[in-house]
Structures are given as structure tokens and as C-alpha cells.
């Protein structure tokens, strides 16, 4: 049973417009959201966390929205640009300090189209 | 600031044999959790060591143990391997519970 969704496994965006990508959740001890952008042959490299204390946390071009009674999470890219053409997880934490690790979606492929 | 290093990068094993797999954490992290990946998934926890101890583990097998040394650095080994442990394996470090970074990983192909 999937406890992290993201629905969509690709999106196409043009460059300049905003890019949003969604994640909804199951798992109501989820307290501690995260989003990783990941390149072919590397890593998936952090990008911004959201605690459930919070609804909106921002960092440069990236904004992340949490909606708790929807159990749902989104990633705003704004201006979307071609270097953010990658695959974007969606990572959720139970309450307690993270010792059962990381619960990923399956990744939503993001095209950033010129 | 160095960051998370894994190797090696890529491995050929066999069926039935054990394997080691190696990590760096990044400099002043204390905590380390390695992931594994299959094709078109997300990554999956098998554990988490912080400061030697595992504290952590997902639902993976007990032939899939680790360690984690004074040094913060962290191995996986994995015993009796099978077709299905063909994967990317990733390692992530982290200040106590803030966000993991994770390493470039290892590509593990059993034949």
C-alpha cells in the first residue's frame, strides 16, 4: 500500500510558467515533507522541507504548499527554467525524529519545454 | 563541504554471493540511512544508523545488515543475494533527524 502518491508520472511545462507538482499522502503520523529534484546517474538532491506546523514554506523559485486535511502537498516552480527539467520526489517522515527513514513517491517526470 | 560518497559506483555479482557497499557521510552529519531503488520507484528505507547503533529499519530482510564506524562513515552488506536486489543503492547522511543528502549511489546488477 502506496502511503506517498504523486499521480502523475510526467508533466510538460513551458519555460517561463509555473510548474506545480502535486503528492498526496495516506499516513496521518507524517509530520516532516520534503521534495528532491533527481538528474539521471546522480543522487536525488534536497530541495525544500515543509513541517506539518506549516502551510506554505518558500525558498527562491520554489514554493511548497501543504494542506493537512487533504493530506496533500504541492510544489511550485516559478519562473520554471531548463535546468529544472529532472524527476521530482516527493518524500514524506513519520512524528518521532525520523528513524524509520523516508517514505518516496514514485517521481513525476518534469520536461521544462523551450 | 564535502558531500555524501558512495562506492563503488557499479557492481556485477552473481546469485547467492554477499556484497559491500560503502559510504561517506557529509562532514558534520552523524546519521546515515541507505535506500533501496528499483527501477521506476522511489527509494525504499532499509535502515538507519546514528552514532553506530541502528535505530531504525524498513522492511527489508536480516540479510541486509550494516554498520556505521567512529567516523560517521557507513557500509551495507548484503548476504545470499538475489535477482531482485538489482538496484540502485543510496546513501543519505543528516544532522540528527534535519534533511538526509544523499549520495550519487551504487548500481548493483545480479546475474
Known amino acids: 500500500d502506496q502511503q506517498v502518491k504523486q499521480n502523475s508520472p510526467s508533466l510538460s511545462v513551458q519555460e517561463g510558467r509555473i510548474s506545480i507538482l502535486n503528492c498526496d499522502y495516506t499516513n496521518s503520523m507524517f509530520d516532516y515533507f520534503l521534495w528532491y529534484k533527481k538528474y539521471p546517474a546522480e543522487g536525488p538532491t534536497f530541495l525544500i522541507s515543509?513541517?506539518?506546523?506549516?502551510d506554505k514554506n518558500e525558498d527562491g523559485r520554489f514554493t511548497v504548499f501543504l494542506n493537512k486535511s487533504a493530506k496533500h502537498l504541492s510544489l511550485h516552480i516559478v519562473p520554471s527554467q531548463p535546468g529544472d527539467s529532472a524527476v521530482y520526489f516527493c518524500?514524506?517522515?513519520?512524528?518521532?525524529?525520523?528513524?524509520?527513514?523516508?517514505?518516496f513517491g514514485k517521481g513525476t517526470h518534469l520536461i521544462i519545454q523551450p | 563541504e564535502t558531500g555524501v560518497t558512495q562506492s563503488p559506483t557499479h557492481l556485477i555479482k552473481t546469485r547467492g554471493q554477499q556484497v559491500t557497499l560503502r559510504c561517506s557521510s557529509q562532514s558534520g552529519h552523524n546519521t546515515v540511512s541507505w535506500y533501496q531503488q528499483a527501477l521506476g520507484q522511489g527509494p525504499q528505507f532499509i535502515f538507519q544508523y546514528y552514532r553506530e547503533e541502528e535505530n531504525g529499519r524498513g522492511n527489508f530482510p536480516p540479510r541486509f545488515s550494516g554498520l556505521q564506524f567512529p567516523n560517521y562513515s557507513s557500509e551495507l552488506n548484503v548476504n545470499a543475494l538475489e535477482l531482485d536486489d538489482s538496484a540502485l543503492y543510496l546513501c543519505a547522511s543528516s544532522l540528527d533527524s534535519q534533511a538526509q543528502h544523499f549520495g550519487d549511489g551504487t548500481r548493483l546488477s545480479i546475474l
Open positions: 515543509i513541517s506539518s506546523i506549516k
Open positions: 518524500a514524506a517522515r513519520e512524528r518521532g525524529g525520523g528513524a524509520d527513514g523516508l517514505t
